[in-house]
């Protein structure tokens, strides 16, 4: 009897904290409603919190002249992915600067691909099907953990990543 109170007891506390979480995404989805009642602009953006898998990631990296110069590192990424057969699903630009800069900007030109990625005469540093990706894209001041953190849930649902033109 005591171990069945028990486990009663640890799944109410457990559905408790379900509930809580819930009226939490609750209120601030009611914020959020409320906010594009008084401004339509803010319908200009949408957020979306998920999880994925680890990607194999094919990359280049280089301190660039100007932002613009990241077309050439996609036009060496798709050299390599001609030269090797690879099917690249998602293309990104990943910049690493803290803040705007005019030049000398710190970028990476990439593409996910379920297939093998063969070294090509460049150095490997490591297994990259291996590594961990976090993509990191800048928001609007009023997108804050505060106000969206609590409404964060796996999704199930998939989309195809467009195709690249290259």
Known sequence: ???IRKMLEMK???VGLRVVAEQRCLALLQTRLEQVERDDSLLAYEVTLKRVD???VASVREVLPRYSDVGRLFGELGAYR???G???TAWTAVWYDPEHRENGVDGEATFTTED???EDGEEVLGDKSAWKWTLMILQPEWVTEERFGGCSTPSDR???YPRSPG
Request: aromatic share 0%; no cysteine.
């Open 82 to 84: 001609q030269r090797h």
């Open 86 to 88: 690879i099917v690249a």
């Open 116 to 118: 093998r990625l063969p």
């Open 158 to 160: 998939r989309r195809p």
């Open 12 to 14: 109410r506390d457990e």
């Open 1 to 3: 009897m005591v171990q």
């Open 54 to 56: 680890a990607q194999r």
